[in-house]
């Protein structure tokens, strides 16, 4: 079946502790992206990746790192998490970046809490 | 700048009744518009999608959504409500930023159907 998985589901840590969120998908996707969503706030990007070893500042980057090493994998590094990174996070990839391959797919996403 | 609005964070309508879940947008040259739906518990699912040709979208699920260029909108649309369908809906437009293209999402509006 085609997805994107991610994991953990459900984190609670504290203030420090670094973490990683796994991110997976199997469709060959060129593009792989993070975002957080936040009451009222919609979704914003934090990193993306259109391939591997490529990967680019979204709109919400501080505090965040991720490495592309191969195409299927794209983790989330939180080095030192803070209580205002506590969110829902989702992983997403696409096709590529032609028009006729917009549509993204998301992971069921992260429930992260940083105490 | 380039935005989604989403001028209702909450829509209720009784179920058998039609529904409309607005959105306007805002972007440089010909939009592309999309519209995701979040389950409880689950990640974003595609809906529909505009990228060109006819105005009206059919999507999943009976959902369609008409795209109105003149007014810069893209209000999605079902003729006659489940309760099923309650859930958090995106609209979302495809945007060039940075040499890249991305997708920048509304705030949501969660859509309750009553019985």
């Known amino acids: 079946e085609a997805q994107v998985t991610q994991n953990p589901r459900y984190l609670i840590t504290v203030t420090g502790k670094k973490l990683t969120v796994t991110c997976s998908q199997n469709m060959n996707h060129e593009y792989m992206s993070w975002y957080r969503q936040d009451p009222g706030l919609g979704l914003r990007q934090i990193y993306y990746s259109m391939n591997v070893e490529v990967t680019d500042k979204g709109d919400v980057p501080e505090g965040y790192k991720v490495s592309r090493k191969e195409k299927r994998n794209f983790p989330l590094i939180l080095e030192s998490p803070s209580p205002n990174q506590t969110s829902l996070y989702f992983c997403?990839?696409?096709?590529?970046?032609?028009?006729?391959?917009?549509?993204?797919?998301f992971g069921p996403g992260t429930r992260l809490t940083v105490l | 700048a380039q935005s989604v609005a989403q001028p209702e964070d909450q829509v209720n309508v009784a179920e058998g009744n039609p529904l409309t879940v607005k959105c306007t947008y805002s972007?440089?040259?010909?939009?592309?518009l999309f519209w995701y739906v979040q389950y409880p518990n689950r990640g974003l699912q595609f809906l529909l999608k505009y990228i060109t040709g006819d105005n009206l979208v059919k999507g999943s699920y009976g959902f369609e959504a008409e795209f109105n260029k003149s007014q810069t909108s893209f209000h999605l649309k079902k003729p006659s409500a489940l309760v099923s369908d309650s859930a958090l809906y995106f609209c979302a437009v495809r945007a060039l930023m940075d040499s890249s293209y991305k997708l920048i999402f509304g705030s949501g509006t969660r859509l309750l159907v009553r019985p």
């Open positions: 972007v440089s040259g010909n939009p592309y």
């Open positions: 997403a990839s696409r096709l590529g970046l032609a028009r006729s391959t917009d549509t993204q797919y």
